[in-house]
Structures are given as C-alpha cells and as structure tokens.
C-alpha cells in the first residue's frame, strides 16, 4: 500500500484525488492547498482531510497521517515549502507542475540524491507512450514524412504546447504542426507518417483529467521500485517497456 499527501486541489488536483482515492494499492491520506476558506470545508469529499500548506502544518501533518509520498498539483512555489521534508523523510515525489523554473529543476535533481523524485510536465501515460512509439518510427524510418496534427477547443489561442513537445523529440520544424480549433474538443495529437506505400497514424485523445491521476499512479507504483534518484516519466516508461521486452 502507498500512502499518498496530495498538494494542489484546484481542476487537475479534484480529478487526480478521485482517482488516487479509488486505485487498489494507494491510500489518500491527506490533501493541501494554499488557503481553506473554513473550517466546514476541512474533509474533502474524498472523505480525507485538507490542510493549509505551511512547512509547520505539514510537518504535523506527516506526524499525525505519515505518507510514503507525496503527489504535487499546485505550483512551483510549494516545492520549497515541502522539498526539504521529503528529503529529510525519505518520500518519494511525483510533481507535475509544467512552470519550474531552472533553479527549481536543480534543487529537483538535488532532492534526488537523497530519495526518489519523478518531475514531469506532462503527466498522461498516452501522449508519453504516444511519443515514445513515434520516436521509434522516426528511427526506424527517417525517410518518411511526418506531420502532426492536434485539436482542441474553439477558444485555445496557442499552439498546444505537447504538440510542440512532439515536434522536438522527433527533430522536426514546428510549421509541421496544424492546429485545428473546433468545438469543445478536450484534446487531440495525432502523428502522421508518410511513407511511399502505406501510412501511420498514431492518435491520442484526452478525455478527462482523470488521466493525470491514471500517470501520477503510474509514477508511484514505478519509483516505488525504483532506487534514489530524479526520474522523468519517459525514464520510468522506458524502464518499464525494457523489463516488459526483456521478459516477453
Ligand atoms: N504535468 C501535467 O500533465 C499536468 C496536468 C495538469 C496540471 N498540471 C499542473 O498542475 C498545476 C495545477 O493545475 P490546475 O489546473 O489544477 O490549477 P488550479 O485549478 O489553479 O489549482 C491549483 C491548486 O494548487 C493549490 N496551490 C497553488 N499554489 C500552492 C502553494 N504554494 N501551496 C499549496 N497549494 C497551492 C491551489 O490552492 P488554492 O485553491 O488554495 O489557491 C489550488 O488548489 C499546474 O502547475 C499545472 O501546470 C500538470
């Protein structure tokens, strides 16, 4: 059994606790956030309780309700409240905050000497598993075109920023990226290979924010085997896929 302090209960937060509080093998323990507007709102509807993120509510809060980890959703400015916990206690972290700055990532890789730390800006084991399978056809088949393809809701001003990650990891220009703006769609990124032929398309759809908590589960059953150290998600899937080859 993993036990799990949640920080952040904003829109990604609310979805993963759902998912973290029904997942065979994890307890929810607690959950923190920046401010409790009172003290009625102090149990989640998860049925746990929910603590003012301070360094000394927290430091009480592993007294009374020890976790083995904790699980960030809230923003860069609470590694620093919680970082030098989670070293001195040994838990292991899965941070998905996307803004870290450069000195936050060392300060990361610093934690890492002393306990397990997964930091990933995109946490959905989809368009992780999604890149990892477009980089080994890109390797296999240099020579085919690739174009990407993502769609989201009317109202998303910019390119998606995973499409974009897409784009780097496959060493192409980012003109062949195509927005599509429709609707309400959640999310789309589509890979596209053209070969002389045949053609590939390998397709990811975000459905729910549930997902973030189906990676964040991911990344606690994985370093939970892991030894010290600061992992991303694509080295903990990469591990995986290894053991999973090595075995079959
Ligand atoms: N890696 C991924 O795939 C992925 C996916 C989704 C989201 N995220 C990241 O998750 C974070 C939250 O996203 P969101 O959409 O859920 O934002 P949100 O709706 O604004 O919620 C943020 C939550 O974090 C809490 N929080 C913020 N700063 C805090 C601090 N210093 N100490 C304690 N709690 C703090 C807020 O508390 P209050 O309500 O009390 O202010 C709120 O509960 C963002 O950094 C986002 O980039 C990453």
């Known amino acids: 059994m993993i036990k799990v302090g949640l920080i952040g209960y904003g829109k990604a937060g609310m979805a993963v606790a759902r998912v973290l509080a029904s997942t065979p093998g994890v307890r929810l323990c607690w959950i923190a956030k920046r401010q409790i507007p009172s003290a009625v709102d102090a149990w989640t509807v998860e049925g746990v309780p929910l603590i003012s993120l301070t360094a000394a ?66 946490i959905t084991l989809g368009i992780n598993f ?56 959640v999310g789309q990124h589509e890979v596209v290979f053209g070969f002389p032929h045949q053609t590939v398309r390998l397709t990811h759809d975000s459905i729910r924010r549930e997902a973030f908590g189906t990676g964040a589960v991911f990344a606690l059953q994985e370093l939970a085997r892991r030894s010290k150290g600061c992992y991303s998600f694509d080295d903990l899937l990469m591990q995986k896929i290894r053991e999973g080859l090595l075995a079959g």
């Open 57 to 122: 509510t927290l430091e009480q809060t592993l007294q009374c309700h020890p976790v083995d980890a904790l699980v960030d959703f809230s923003s860069a400015a609470a590694l620093h409240i919680y970082g030098e916990l989670v070293r001195q206690r040994q838990l292991m972290l899965v941070t998905a905050i996307s803004a870290y700055g450069e000195d936050d990532q060392w300060y990361l890789q610093d934690l890492g000497r002393d306990t397990r730390i997964m930091a990933s800006p995109n």
């Open 130 to 185: 999604l890149i990892l399978a477009a980089r080994l056809l890109r390797g296999i088949a240099p020579f085919a075109d690739v174009e990407i393809i993502e769609q989201h809701f009317r109202e998303k001003p910019e390119i998606s920023g995973t499409a974009r990650k897409i784009a780097a990891s496959l060493s192409v220009e980012e003109e062949r990226i195509t927005s599509l703006r429709l609707g309400g769609i």
